[in-house]
Structures are given as structure tokens and as C-alpha cells.
């Protein structure tokens, strides 16, 4: 466990250190499932077009939801995400992590990246699952 988790990270000792993500976690608890968030506001209105701007409301929708059932940030194990442009995303990942960092803080649970052709709201640029557990 660290300060910023409740759970355990789990990552082999003699392989390269994970940034910004975990390889795994261990955790107790109940589970949160938070199903695939993207871009747009309460009203479900895309308030910005901006990819990085996306994924800030994306990581703000998941808070509101894990809120919903007590949880906390800290609480997530597990955040699935699913990009329509590659490119993009690496290109601004210094955005990104600020984003990130702002919305979930210095957390970094069990990640999985997906570049996808397309999301099912056309003006989505990111969507994202988010796993969590809230240690009893």
C-alpha cells in the first residue's frame, strides 16, 4: 500500500518500473463498477472538442459516479481507456497527465489503453471503464 492508495500495487520486483500506470492490485472490498465515461457534461453536452479537455470530463464523470457509492479516487483499481486517436494522446501526454493529476490526483491504478476507429458519440474523442474497491 502507499499514501495514495488503500490497496497493494503489484509489480515484479525485477521488471522496469510502470509510470503513470500500475501492472496490478491487489484489493479487498466493494466493488464499484463504472461503466465507459466520455467527454460531455451533466446535461450529457459536449462542452469542448478538445481531446485533453475530453478526458478531463471523462476522469470528472467517473468521481461523480464513484461519489454515488462513497468512493474515492483512491479507490479505483482499474481504468480502461479507449481513444480514437493515438497519435494525439502521446503527443499531448504532458496534458494528459496534468489533466489526469488534477481530476484523480497521483493515483495510478491498473490501466489498459485502446486505440478504437470510432466511439458511439460521434463527437466523443475518449471514453473510459473505471474499476473500484472500497475497502470495508
Given at each position: 500500500m502507499t499514501a495514495s492508495t488503500p490497496h497493494q500495487l503489484l509489480h515484479p520486483s525485477h521488471w522496469k518500473?510502470?509510470?503513470?500506470?500500475?501492472n496490478g492490485m491487489l484489493a479487498e472490498g466493494k466493488t464499484v463498477f463504472v461503466g465507459g465515461q466520455i467527454g460531455w457534461n451533466a446535461d450529457q453536452i459536449f462542452e469542448t472538442n478538445d481531446f485533453v479537455g475530453q478526458i478531463e470530463q471523462a476522469l470528472r464523470n467517473i468521481v461523480a459516479v464513484l461519489h454515488e457509492a462513497d468512493a474515492r479516487p483512491e479507490h479505483l483499481v482499474r481504468l480502461t481507456w479507449y481513444v480514437t486517436d493515438?497519435?494525439?494522446?502521446?503527443?499531448?501526454?504532458?496534458?494528459?497527465?496534468?489533466?489526469?493529476?488534477?481530476?484523480?490526483?497521483?493515483?495510478?491504478?491498473?490501466?489498459?489503453?485502446?486505440?478504437?476507429?470510432?466511439?458511439?458519440?460521434?463527437?466523443?474523442?475518449?471514453?473510459?471503464?473505471a474499476t473500484a474497491v472500497i475497502p470495508e
Amino acid at each position: 500500500m502507499t499514501a495514495s492508495t488503500p490497496h497493494q500495487l503489484l509489480h515484479p520486483s525485477h521488471w522496469k518500473r510502470a509510470v503513470g500506470y500500475a501492472n496490478g492490485m491487489l484489493a479487498e472490498g466493494k466493488t464499484v463498477f463504472v461503466g465507459g465515461q466520455i467527454g460531455w457534461n451533466a446535461d450529457q453536452i459536449f462542452e469542448t472538442n478538445d481531446f485533453v479537455g475530453q478526458i478531463e470530463q471523462a476522469l470528472r464523470n467517473i468521481v461523480a459516479v464513484l461519489h454515488e457509492a462513497d468512493a474515492r479516487p483512491e479507490h479505483l483499481v482499474r481504468l480502461t481507456w479507449y481513444v480514437t486517436d493515438k497519435a494525439e494522446y502521446l503527443t499531448r501526454l504532458t496534458d494528459v497527465g496534468e489533466a489526469y493529476r488534477a481530476v484523480l490526483g497521483k493515483h495510478f491504478p491498473a490501466m489498459t489503453m485502446v486505440q478504437v476507429a470510432d466511439l458511439i458519440e460521434d463527437e466523443a474523442k475518449v471514453e473510459i471503464e473505471a474499476t473500484a474497491v472500497i475497502p470495508e
